[in-house]
């Protein structure tokens, strides 16, 4: 049971860090300096708007993928530690 | 009883968390300069706070065993185990706000890092810390835990110069929203949802912080037990 509750928030993180990488390297290119010549200000803004919530929401799915993946790496050290425990009373 | 204690405790800082991240994206408003982009601030800043307590942490502990070492070997093992599981739990926080700096400074600034005065000793702070772990998972002998101690305190005077950064120089950073000049501060509702954040991050950190302790002292336990298997064989 604890070892698939393991799994799962490393699987989760994993998870995260790529929705997070998605976010950011799939996103939109910029609007160029010279975006007049090429848009109007409505679509301008549109761009802006779409990455602005891009980042945002990336920033909060790598907080969420770096705290899960140290909450899952002190799992796997805890499991890895009881079997080292074990082992050592079995040698006494 | 003790479990129940721990599960109402994770039951508390679930819901906290939650409820932050209700504030921070639905209750708290945008930005008037910078729209949405803003909100990263509500991960951005408790990070770095949580970060700086857990760093202070460290440096109590780091203290602590430099003071116990010779007469009173317990603590001072129990003080060590502080130090480290502070130390690192501090690290995971300072990377956090490292990474959320650069993607809120994209937008903002068009650049993902400059070195200025603010980013620079935060970037120094995370390293001087990265290499007190590092020291602590690959240096051995019986002085290891001393010059991790001293390391620790070193990497602790650094967290003021970060906090102090952006008001003793002129920085790409902004200015402090609180405690700054009378033009800083922020609307009531962001103040609100800033704050709720900081406290569920808090203790999930505190939570983590704990799990990260009993870890190193059972660390230490089998270490102990390995020694002593080691002279009786």
């Not at chain 1, 390297?25 to 609007?31: K, L, R, V």
């Not at chain 2, 780091?62 to 603590?75: E, K, V």
Request: glycine residues 8%.
């Amino acid at each position: 049971m604890k070892k698939l509750g393991t799994a799962l928030i490393v699987v989760v993180a994993a998870g995260l860090f790529g929705w997070a990488a998605y976010l950011v390297f799939g996103a939109p290119p910029e609007p160029p300096f010279d975006w007049r010549l090429h848009m109007s200000q409505a679509d301008h803004d549109a761009i802006v708007a779409t990455l602005n919530h891009l980042y945002t929401r990336a920033a909060y799915t790598i907080t969420w993928a770096i705290q899960l993946g140290y909450a899952a790496w002190l799992c796997v050290k805890w499991q890895s530690q009881q079997r080292k425990s074990t082992e050592n009373r079995r040698a006494d | 009883m003790k479990k129940l204690a721990i599960g109402l405790y994770l039951l508390v800082t679930a819901a906290l968390l939650a409820w932050a991240y209700n504030q921070a994206i639905y209750v708290a408003p945008n930005d008037a300069a910078q729209g949405e982009m803003f909100r990263i601030i509500y991960y951005h800043v408790p990070s770095f706070a949580v970060c700086f307590v857990f760093f202070s942490l460290s440096l109590i502990g780091s203290i602590a065993f430099l003071a116990f070492r010779h007469g009173n070997p317990g603590r001072a093992q129990a003080a060590d185990a502080l130090a480290v599981a502070a130390a690192e739990v501090g690290v995971v926080f300072c990377s956090v706000g490292l990474v959320t700096g650069p993607l809120w400074g994209r937008r903002a600034w068009g650049m993902w890092w400059t070195w200025d005065a603010r980013l620079t000793t935060t970037l120094v702070l995370w390293l001087i810390y990265v290499s007190y772990l590092l020291l602590r998972r690959f240096a051995a002998g019986p002085q290891m835990q001393t010059l991790a101690a001293v390391l620790g305190i070193f990497g602790a005077l650094d967290v003021p110069i970060v906090y102090m950064a952006n008001r003793w120089w002129r920085t790409q950073h902004p200015a402090p929203v609180f405690g700054g000049d009378q033009s800083s501060g922020m609307d009531p509702t962001m103040v609100g949802a800033l704050l709720w954040n900081m406290l569920a991050w808090l203790l999930w950190g505190l939570l983590i912080l704990a799990f990260r302790y009993r870890v190193e002292r059972r660390q230490q336990k089998i270490a102990a037990e390995e020694a002593e298997q080691a002279l009786n064989s």
